[in-house]
């Protein structure tokens, strides 16, 4: 499973209790504790929110629409212990796609991430082949083919030309790459992306992926 979580939730301890329960299904989890440092994360589109409506220093009804104004589609379930009635009509005015009363169990949060993904993405299961120009991407071998010859690409190489796939004709910045296809853990340089950038490149002629300069990357699809 690689959808990635944003989890939005001032309280230390749920924050991390609800981590870990989502990470053991699965999922990739990024925390934050506040919404100033989450609403400056909000352009790297993860495939949920989880927010928390009482933040310290805004609530997430703020950053719900800060979310939904810079992409509409992208689900949010809201977490609060105020007026449940009250919460919820604001929260599915605005856009949130679920919503949880505390106290509540873990598990059941993770009930209900698992409905929504099946919910709202099922045209978007990751598929076993896919055919990228003039290539075939096998996801499970985790190889691509051309003409019937393989193309043997490193893990990195393939998580790269994987997350260009899902982003056809789409321009992405550099630090999108480096979080998605290396985690936000990862603290080495950045020139990692041009150096697996230009092994696909060498390795795949026809992918077309050209440098918008001063932005990022974009991988052309006619």
Same mark, same amino acid.
């Given at each position: 499973?690689?959808?990635?979580?944003?989890?939005?939730?001032?309280?230390?301890?749920?924050?991390?209790?609800?981590?870990?329960?989502?990470?053991?299904?699965?999922?990739?989890?990024?925390?934050?504790?506040?919404?100033?440092?989450?609403?400056?994360?909000?352009?790297?589109?993860?495939?949920?929110?989880?927010?928390?409506?009482?933040?310290?220093?805004?609530?997430?009804?703020?950053?719900? /629409?800060?979310?939904?104004?810079?992409?509409?589609?992208?689900?949010?379930?809201?977490?609060?212990?105020?007026?449940?009635?009250?919460?919820?009509?604001?929260?599915?005015?605005?856009?949130? +796609?679920?919503?949880?009363?505390?106290?509540?169990?873990?598990?059941?949060?993770?009930?209900?991430?698992?409905?929504?993904?099946?919910?709202?993405?099922?045209?978007?299961?990751?598929?076993?082949?896919?055919?990228?120009? +003039?290539?075939?991407?096998?996801?499970?071998?985790?190889?691509?083919?051309?003409?019937?010859?393989?193309?043997?690409?490193?893990? /990195?190489?393939?998580?790269?030309?994987?997350?260009?796939?899902?982003?056809?004709?789409?321009?992405?910045?550099?630090?999108?790459?480096?979080?998605?296809?290396?985690? +936000?853990?990862?603290?080495?340089?950045?020139?990692?992306?041009?150096?697996?950038?230009?092994?696909?490149?060498?390795?795949?002629?026809?992918?077309?992926?050209?440098?918008?300069?001063?932005?990022?990357?974009?991988?052309?699809?006619?």
């Amino acid at each position: 499973m690689d959808k990635r979580i944003f989890l939005v939730e001032d309280e230390i301890k749920l924050n991390t209790l609800l981590t870990k329960y989502l990470e053991l299904e699965g999922y990739q989890i990024t925390s934050f504790y506040d919404g100033q440092t989450a609403s400056k994360c909000i352009n790297h589109s993860p495939d949920l929110w989880i927010l928390d409506i009482m933040l310290p220093d805004m609530d997430g009804y703020q950053l719900i /629409k800060e979310i939904k104004d810079f992409n509409q589609q992208i689900p949010v379930i809201f977490i609060s212990a105020r007026n449940e009635e009250v919460d919820r009509l604001v929260g599915l005015k605005l856009g949130s +796609d679920d919503y949880l009363a505390k106290p509540f169990l873990p598990q059941e949060l993770v009930i209900r991430t698992n409905n929504l993904f099946r919910r709202i993405y099922p045209e978007k299961e990751k598929p076993e082949i896919n055919k990228l120009s +003039d290539y075939i991407l096998d996801y499970q071998q985790r190889t691509a083919f051309y003409k019937e010859e393989e193309i043997i690409l490193t893990r /990195k190489e393939f998580d790269l030309l994987h997350f260009f796939s899902k982003n056809k004709n789409i321009v992405v910045s550099r630090e999108q790459i480096l979080l998605n296809v290396w985690g +936000d853990t990862y603290f080495g340089s950045d020139r990692v992306v041009d150096d697996t950038l230009r092994r696909i490149r060498k390795k795949l002629e026809l992918i077309n992926i050209v440098t918008i300069y001063g932005i990022g990357y974009k991988l052309v699809i006619k």
